[in-house]
């Protein structure tokens, strides 16, 4: 997951969603907890009003909600192949981006509580598949592991590779793969031999670059996303035998 102002981290929150409802029992208790304004993703939106029934939505407590802006989803998994979309449902979740109606329409987890909501989680399986096994002595595998060709090539692919430089790239370098080449120092230094000796230097210029987003709403309200991405550049220095001292950027 990724905070509100976490600018390091991909948004997970859709991912983790679809992937742990595979492995949710039917009728099973799905408890989840992001940023209130997420909701309003409509494939996020679409999924809990598909699949999930007897469903609430709570926020943080008003103490804590302005630090971490945080509800909490709470819902038990349909069964069957055929599921009925919960419009309202859905209606609901897509206006949670606008922080006036969370605080508005939205109850707080201690108020939540309160009121005595209650789920029921569905039982796990009973009986367990009887398994068998043996102790062995570690001796007498220790041959057939030596001698087997998958632990032979998991330490070839173990060892630590050598950077080998030399020769022409296949196709010419972008600036990912000289920022590669950069962060492994194989730009630093000394670079070819009498006429073509250079010293080489080179830098990646690392700078954050903020963009904004308007958005209109329904009822006429409007919100501002913004979005930090990180932009990478590369700058090298090249000093020839003459002397002469050229910056390429």
């Not at 700058?235 to 950027?249: A, T």
Request: with cysteine; net charge positive; glycine share 6%.
């Amino acid at each position: 997951m990724k905070a509100m102002d976490d600018e390091s981290a991909d948004r997970k929150e859709w991912q983790e969603l679809a992937r742990n409802s595979r492995y949710l029992k039917e009728k099973g208790l799905m408890i989840y907890v992001i940023p209130s304004y997420r909701y309003a993703d409509k494939r996020i939106a679409r999924f809990l009003a598909t699949h999930f029934f007897n469903v609430g939505i709570m926020r943080f407590s008003d103490e804590d909600y302005d630090d971490f802006r945080q509800c909490i989803f709470i819902g038990n998994k349909k069964s069957g192949k055929h599921k009925e979309f919960n419009q309202k449902l859905f209606d609901f979740l897509v206006q949670m981006e606008s922080d006036d109606f969370v605080m508005e329409k939205v109850s707080p987890i201690n108020l939540f509580v309160n009121a005595n909501k209650k789920w029921t989680v569905p039982t796990g399986i009973e009986e367990l598949k009887t398994f068998y096994t043996k102790l062995v002595n570690k001796s007498d595998n220790v041959e057939a592991i030596r001698h087997s060709k998958g632990f032979n090539a998991f330490i070839s692919r173990s060892k630590p590779k050598q950077l080998v430089i030399g020769g022409n790239p296949i196709l010419p370098l972008n600036q990912g793969q000289l920022a590669l080449l950069l962060a492994s120092g194989a730009v630093n230094g000394e670079i070819g031999r009498d006429e073509n000796y250079h010293l080489v230097q080179g830098l990646e210029i690392v700078s954050k670059v903020t963009e904004e987003e308007k958005k209109t709403h329904d009822n006429g309200s409007t919100s501002t996303v913004t979005k930090t991405r990180t932009k990478r550049e590369v700058s090298v220095k090249i000093i020839n035998p003459s002397g002469l001292v050229r910056k390429l950027v």
